[in-house]
């Protein structure tokens, strides 16, 4: 089963408003989860990484007010959209490292649709 | 930078076909290589990794050798199933840096019956 989870999987919401993902890692303590943006029929675009009690590392480009991260407990980090614009559409992916087996897991997504 | 180009998709073949997804990287260090399997409507899961050069990962028939010679890492599977169909994702970790990955574009892959 899965080991990561990611709420909603699929959100449609309209322009201005905000939008909160949720990335769980369900069996395992993550103190680094890692959030990323996949365009059509492209690759993963690494947008931050998320680390337990401290400020998210955001990657050249991705603005922080624009995508808050949160990353309070051991097994949870949250991604909220600001002011979402259509051109934030796209699909949202999580991962989070799981130390002992110096393996990332990933969560299924989230397809973000903005009207 | 460090980057992972993968050969471009789709890809189609017949079932027990042999399969070939061509993935060459760039890095300035040592990195190790990874291919990840996304079934539809899943995330992303590790199929296979090599951490060294000559490596070999290997993974549900599927095999990849870590080439630091040719900076290629290949995924290949000699009899493909219809189960095999979803998108694949080379990428490479480097050691120096936090556990950031580094994706290639993806391939499709659809095995028709």
């Known amino acids: 089963g899965a080991v990561v989870s990611q709420h909603p999987s699929r959100v449609i919401c309209k322009s201005g408003t905000s939008v909160k993902i949720e990335c769980r890692s369900l069996d395992f303590q993550a103190t680094t989860m890692f959030w990323y943006r996949q365009f059509p029929k492209q690759s993963l675009m690494l947008m931050a990484t998320s680390n337990e009690g401290s400020k998210a590392t955001y990657e050249q480009g991705v603005e922080k007010d624009k995508f808050l991260i949160n990353h309070a407990s051991l097994t949870l980090s949250t991604l909220t959209v600001t002011s979402a614009h259509p051109e934030d559409s796209s699909f949202y992916i999580c991962?989070?490292?799981?130390?002992?087996?110096?393996?990332?897991?990933f969560g299924a997504g989230t397809r973000l649709s903005v009207l | 930078g460090d980057s992972v180009t993968q050969m471009e998709g789709p890809v189609t073949l017949s079932e027990e076909a042999f399969l070939t997804i061509n993935c060459t990287y760039t890095a300035t260090g040592y990195p190790s290589l990874f291919w990840y399997v996304q079934y539809p409507g899943e995330g992303l899961q590790l199929l296979l990794k090599a951490t060294k050069a000559d490596d070999k990962g290997s993974n549900k028939g599927f095999e990849a050798t870590y080439r630091k010679e040719t900076t290629s890492f290949h995924l290949e599977k000699g009899s493909v199933q219809v189960s095999d169909s979803a998108v694949y994702f080379c990428?490479?970790?480097?050691?120096?840096?936090?556990?950031?990955?580094?994706f290639g574009q993806g391939t499709r892959l659809t095995i028709n019956p």
């Open positions: 990428a490479l970790r480097l050691i120096q840096g936090a556990q950031k990955l580094v």
């Open positions: 991962s989070a490292w799981a130390l002992a087996k110096n393996i990332q897991y």
